[in-house]
C-alpha cells in the first residue's frame, strides 16, 4: 500500500486527486492508468486519515473510481464483440474483461488488515451484452445465431425449476423473476416434468441457438455440470432451495459454450476439506 513520507505529501496529494476527480466526473473520460492510480492514492488518503469526513470522501472516490474504470473496460470489450465476426463466440471465448478491485487482506503475525488495489476479472454477462447490442445502433438484435436463445434459456431454465421443485416433493416454485413480463413461457411449458433424454436435447437446442450449427453437447454438460449446480442450499431460510436466476443460468450456458469451443472434455471440481486435527 502507498504511503506519505511527510504531511505536506499527503496534502499536496489530497489536493491533487480532488482536482483529477473533479476533472474526470466532468469529462467523463480517463485512461485506465490513471484512473487505477488515483484509486490507489484515494485508498492511501483513506487509510492515513483521521478525519472521518475526509476519510468518507476519499472512500466514495474509491468507490467510482473502481466502478468507472469497470464501465470503462467493460465498454470496450463490448466494442470489441460487436466488431468481432461472431459476437457470441467472442464473448464466451473471452469469458471475461480486465478490472480494479480493493482486496482486503489479514497480516498473519499483526492481524491488522491491509487493503490494496490490484488487478482483477469481471465476467462477462451474456445477457446484458445481448441488450446492449440490440439497443445500441446499428442495432444487431443482440447476439446469438439465434437472438432468442434468451427466451429459449427461460423456457428451458422453468422446466428445470420445477423438475426440481418435483425431487424436493414441492409442486410449487416461488418465482423472483423482475422482468417476467418478457418471457415467452406458455403455461403447460411450466408444468413440463424432464427426463435426462429431454433435458438433453432441450440444452442442445439452446446451445445451437447460441454458438450455431455444428456444436455439439456431451452428456455430462447436462447431467454431470448444469443439473449439478442448479440449485443451492438458501442459507436464510429453513427450508429454502435457490435455483438458478436467469443471469446465474446464463452464466452456466457460457460455461458450457466455452467447454465446446475451447476443445476441453472435462470440467475442473474443486472441495475444501475440513483441515486436519492437531
Not at 427466451?151 to 428451458?156: G, I, Q, S
Not at 440444452?203 to 454438460?221: C, F, N, P, R, S
Request: contains cysteine; charged residues 35%; proline residues 1%.
Amino acid at each position: 500500500m502507498k504511503q506519505f513520507e511527510t504531511q505536506e505529501a499527503r496534502e499536496s496529494a489530497i489536493a491533487a486527486t480532488r482536482e483529477s476527480m473533479h476533472e474526470m466526473e466532468k469529462n467523463l473520460t480517463g485512461k485506465l492508468d490513471e484512473i487505477k492510480n488515483l484509486a490507489v492514492m484515494a485508498l492511501a488518503i483513506c487509510e492515513s486519515s483521521e478525519d472521518l469526513d475526509e476519510k468518507a470522501e476519499f472512500e466514495e472516490y474509491l468507490e467510482k473510481l473502481v466502478n468507472f474504470y469497470t464501465s470503462e473496460t467493460k465498454l470496450a470489450c463490448y466494442k470489441q464483440a460487436k466488431a468481432s465476426e461472431n459476437p457470441m463466440h467472442y464473448a464466451v471465448t473471452e469469458f471475461a474483461y480486465p478490472t480494479i478491485r480493493v482486496k482486503e487482506t489479514k497480516d498473519k503475525e499483526t492481524k491488522v488488515s491491509i487493503r490494496e488495489v490490484v488487478d482483477a476479472e469481471k465476467q462477462i454477462d451474456l445477457l446484458d451484452l445481448h441488450k446492449w447490442m440490440a439497443g445500441n445502433k446499428p442495432a444487431s438484435g443482440g447476439i446469438g445465431a439465434n437472438t432468442d436463445w434468451v427466451y429459449a434459456a427461460d423456457k428451458l431454465n422453468l422446466k428445470m425449476a420445477k423438475d426440481a421443485a418435483s425431487d424436493l416433493n414441492n409442486d410449487t416454485v416461488k418465482n423472483r423473476l423482475n422482468d417476467a413480463s418478457q418471457l415467452t413461457i406458455k403455461k403447460e411449458s411450466a408444468e413440463f416434468k424432464l427426463s435426462n433424454n429431454e433435458a438433453k436435447k432441450a440444452l442442445q437446442e439452446v446451445i445451437t441457438m447460441m454458438l450455431g450449427e455444428g456444436y455439439a453437447i456431451k452428456a455430462y454438460d447436462y447431467k454431470g455440470y448444469l443439473h449439478r449446480v442448479y440449485i443451492t442450499d438458501n442459507k436464510k431460510a429453513k427450508l429454502g432451495v435457490k435455483m438458478a436466476d436467469r443471469r446465474s443460468f446464463a452464466t452456466y450456458l457460457k460455461k458450457i459454450c466455452y467447454r465446446i469451443l475451447s476443445g476441453a472434455e472435462q470440467y475442473e471440481p474443486e472441495t475444501k476439506l475440513l483441515k486436519k486435527e492437531g
